[in-house]
């Protein structure tokens, strides 16, 4: 009776001169920069909305990389250092930057991600692609100050959320309107 761990797939990759000029912009067209909309708790996790101007879409994420999330983009300080603040520091030791996450596919409701590390040391220049995934990447994008991108072909073939969004948020601001009159 063994147990089954998640694969983890590195790639090495000589480091292009087009990627060392900059990040975005060696960027290919087959993809879409997104940033994070919102955060909302379910039933059975949270969901995260990411988009950009042309839509708006959703990943579920168990409830506590759903909170790291959160806490990220509330700027909240931890006392100790919690597992994405852990693997950032392992980063950090081995001089490993990450360049950013790419969520680039999407199979029966499960999204797939890819976490692009750019190592420089002593034995030269590598880009290093991990499997991961995009609740675990999200964290570390956001953690990190870098950039989330999805395979254009998955953006194209999600559910834009947009509008129930937009709902959504309208709601949670009548609601904390109701609390603030309430209080004073």
């Not at 980063?91 to 360049?99: D, K, R």
């Not at 834009?160 to 969004?165: F, N, T, V, W």
Request: glycine share 8%; aromatic share 6%.
């Amino acid at each position: 009776m063994g147990h089954r761990y998640p694969r983890v797939f590195l790639t090495w990759r000589a480091l292009a001169p087009a990627k060392r000029r900059g990040h975005v912009d060696a960027m290919p067209n087959d993809v879409v920069p997104v940033t994070i909309k919102g955060v909302m708790p379910t039933a059975n996790g949270c969901a995260v909305f990411l988009g950009g101007d042309e839509k708006t879409f959703v990943i579920y994420v168990d409830p506590s990389v759903g909170t790291a999330i959160q806490m990220t983009l509330n700027g909240v300080k931890k006392e100790r250092p919690l597992t994405h603040d852990l693997i950032g520091s392992i980063f950090l030791g081995l001089g490993a930057t990450l360049e950013h996450v790419l969520v680039n596919d999407a199979r029966e409701g499960t999204f797939f991600a890819r976490l692009l590390l750019r190592m420089e040391n002593e034995l030269g220049r590598k880009l290093v692609e991990i499997d991961a995934r995009p609740s675990d990447s999200i964290v570390l994008a956001l953690q990190q100050k870098r950039p989330i991108f999805v395979a254009r072909e998955v953006f194209d073939g999600v559910e834009d959320m947009s509008a129930i969004l937009e709902k959504v948020l309208k709601q949670q601001s009548e609601e904390n309107g109701d609390d603030d009159e309430k209080r004073d």
